[in-house]
């Protein structure tokens, strides 16, 4: 969310940048939160002068009052003052309410004004015109046909979609077995991958307020992806980061704290709204998945220099269990309203031959402090806090990588070295024939 000061300043960049995420049917927001804008401060000011006047008024009413003692004429003087006051007592009361409705206005629709983009973020409407910075690893394909991810875990007995599908319907799964251990292997390296970055570890609540869902996410997001819990002021999480970065809701944090790296574990549980391809079966998009997350709360000028690291984490992540990725630059149709910039990291699919998304970095810039109220304080005063936060891994999208990536002709999958300690020592999966 930007900064109505802002706005009122500079409505030709903000109306630009509208433009730049090609969402032209919110250019009228602009000039309608300047018009509420105007109207509010109208009857903020209004309310001032009235406030200011009913305590000259309330004085000038004991001078009357006393001086009627003497002068009779006095005692009709106060009287009319008094009328004075009551008038204006009615006004500020109708001045109040207006004030909390002109705010609650301009505060539902500057949640829906798009946050300013980064001027390095390229310029396009959709997904398609993302743009391959750079790759990691040699992506290669084998000489033997590579199974679908499902079929390649089912050698394993290592899912059951038939029996999630009786239970829960589509969109979850069983995991068992190997595949169900290297999914938590995975996991618990990625925990202690973050740890030795410097990560301090977290498990967090799986559900969170409405006001933190609004805090951290756009109106569009939330009702595309969030389960509500029925009767009660609860969703739950879609990703850790929302609670996460709601740890610190209305915090004043101390600026020698900065910055606050958190790395979390969770479910996330998500709608995905929408029909998808049919290389989305299976377990690559899902209602329920298990993630380790990172988040950063920092100084403003720090926030560009820790998007660059969060990424790379990933990118060092992936590359130490063999799978080869690239970074993508998402472009300014592609960003989510409260993103300044973002990126995603593919992995390579030897089945698909091309990348998919398994990571996704985001620099989030002032729009979830202002939103959440969040603020430093430093010895220059109060500011507002920079977010950032990254997937580390997400392991159902990451078990299709590692398989597939680590696939043998006889059909067993090699276990990554870094894995062993995780899967006690278990070097190779081998399918039972």
């Not at 599908?165 to 973050?194: K, Q």
């Amino acid at each position: 969310m930007l900064d109505i000061k802002f706005v009122r300043e500079n409505p030709e960049i903000v109306k630009e940048n509208i433009r730049k995420k090609f969402q032209d049917a919110k250019l009228p927001l602009v000039d309608e939160v300047l018009d509420l804008d105007a109207k509010n401060r109208a009857a903020m000011t209004e309310a001032n002068e009235l406030r200011n006047a009913r305590n000259v008024l309330s004085k000038k009413i004991g001078m009357l009052m006393g001086q009627a003692k003497k002068d009779p004429s006095k005692a009709e003087e106060a009287e009319a003052v008094k009328a004075q006051v009551k008038a204006n007592a009615e006004r500020l009361a109708e001045l109040e309410v207006l004030e909390d409705t002109y705010a609650k206005e301009i505060r539902k629709i500057m949640l829906q004004i798009p946050n300013i983009i980064d001027p390095s973020v390229p310029i396009g409407p959709d997904d398609t015109h993302n743009v391959e910075v750079q790759r990691f690893g040699e992506p290669t394909v084998p000489s033997f046909e590579i199974p679908y991810h499902t079929a390649i875990m089912e050698s394993f007995h290592g899912i059951d979609t038939d029996s999630a599908g009786r239970v829960s319907g589509t969109g979850f799964y069983y995991l068992l077995g190997d595949i169900a251990r290297l999914h938590e292997a995975v996991l618990a390296y990625a925990r202690d991958f973050m740890i030795n970055k410097g990560f301090t570890f977290c498990i967090p609540p799986f559900m969170i307020h409405g006001n933190v869902v609004e805090g951290v996410m756009s109106q569009t997001d939330m009702d595309a992806m969030m389960y509500k819990i029925e009767g009660e002021d609860l969703y739950l999480i879609g990703t850790s980061e929302h609670s996460m970065i709601g740890k610190f809701i209305d915090q004043i944090i101390p600026e020698a704290t900065l910055p606050q790296t958190l790395t979390s574990y969770s479910p996330c549980f998500r709608k995905e709204k929408g029909s998808h391809g049919i290389e989305e079966r299976g377990v690559y998009r899902i209602h329920q998945f298990e993630k380790q997350e990172m988040i950063v709360v920092c100084k403003p000028e720090d926030s560009m220099a820790w998007y660059e690291k969060m990424w790379q984490y990933s990118v060092e992540l992936f590359r130490s269990m063999d799978i080869p990725v690239r970074q993508l630059e998402c472009c300014s149709g592609d960003l989510a309203d409260l993103k300044v910039k973002s990126c995603d990291i593919e992995a390579w699919s030897p089945r698909q031959q091309k990348y998919f998304e398994v990571c996704s970095c985001s620099n989030l810039g002032d729009a979830q402090a202002r939103r959440l109220k969040m603020r430093v304080k430093g010895e220059k005063g109060m500011y507002l806090p920079h977010t950032l936060n990254n997937t580390v891994v997400a392991p159902p999208r990451m078990l299709i990588a590692l398989l597939e990536n680590n696939l043998q002709e006889d059909g067993s999958v090699r276990i990554p070295e870094v894995l062993w300690p995780y899967m006690g020592g278990t070097k190779v999966l081998t399918p039972d024939k």
